[in-house]
């Protein structure tokens, strides 16, 4: 069973940047296909960014060229690095993971087994 768990969300001004991380255990590198969702109240949960094991990313439209997902070198946390941060970012964050070769639509929820409790996103106008 794999436990995920986020941090790094807070409350920011339009234009701002927030780093969100998501320490996995146990992590196998290259086991998993990581992903960040995120859900604004009456809203689906819509795909962000993923990445593989072998750091292949892809991101949302809507994210492209603000946000970045990496992993780090010890290969026991994701990240999303957030930039010009906009009110319509805000939303509660979740972390998922999938089995590696399991993904074949990165960005679609239902296709992640594991997921996070999630982190809060404020953006002020």
């Known amino acids: 069973q794999l436990h995920l768990v986020e941090s790094g969300g807070g409350s920011v001004q339009a234009g701002g940047s927030l780093r969100l991380s998501c320490a996995a255990s146990p992590y196998f590198y290259a086991r998993y296909c990581m992903g960040w969702f995120r859900q604004a109240p009456g809203k689906e949960r819509e795909g962000v960014a993923h990445i593989d094991g072998a750091n292949v990313a892809t991101y949302a439209d809507s994210v492209k060229g603000r946000f970045t997902i990496s992993q780090d070198p010890a290969k026991i946390a994701v990240y999303l690095q957030m930039n010009n941060l906009q009110p319509e970012d805000a939303a509660m964050y979740y972390c998922?993971?999938?089995?590696?070769?399991?993904?074949?639509?990165?960005?679609?929820?239902?296709?992640?087994?594991?997921w996070g409790q999630g982190t809060q996103v404020t953006v002020s106008s």
């Open positions: 998922a993971a999938q089995d590696w070769g399991k993904v074949t639509r990165p960005l679609d929820a239902s296709e992640y087994r594991y």
